[in-house]
């Protein structure tokens, strides 16, 4: 129902910013929930950081905490990542997702996603 285009992956020092963006097709983005999850190489897909509807509501990981901040433009239809004092461990593909859930961090609740950007993070 809802198409999700990312961008501003890329590589940087540690200590770092990046700005993810994810732009939303569709009349209905501010439907929806909004997810960003990352996977690096051998592990699981985990939860980062989420943002509820009117964007009043937000949740993060523990390991990014006070660093990355989630927000959104529903008027654009697009969702950010700021992400900053980045680390070597941030290092991962990065994905939004779209959820008709209210605000969580459960990946399964998330039926929609965008194709991944990589962030590199060097020492």
């Known amino acids: 129902q809802v198409q999700l285009v990312e961008s501003g992956g890329g590589l940087v020092q540690a200590g770092g910013s990046l700005r993810l963006s994810c732009a939303a097709s569709?009349?209905?983005?501010?439907?929806?929930?909004m997810g960003w999850f990352r996977q690096a190489p051998g592990k699981e897909r985990e939860f980062v950081a989420t943002?509820?509807?009117?964007?009043?509501?937000?949740y993060y990981t523990d390991s990014v905490k006070g660093r990355f901040t989630v927000s959104r433009d529903n008027a654009k239809n697009t969702v950010y990542l700021q992400m900053n004092s980045l680390k070597p461990e941030d290092t991962a593909v990065y994905y939004c997702?779209?959820?008709?859930?209210?605000?969580?961090?459960?990946?399964?609740?998330?039926?929609?996603w965008g194709q991944g950007t990589q962030v590199t993070v060097a020492s």
């Open positions: 943002i509820s509807r009117s964007g009043g509501n937000t």
């Open positions: 569709g009349r209905t983005f501010s439907s929806y929930t």
């Open positions: 997702a779209a959820s008709t859930y209210l605000t969580n961090r459960d990946v399964t609740k998330y039926l929609y």
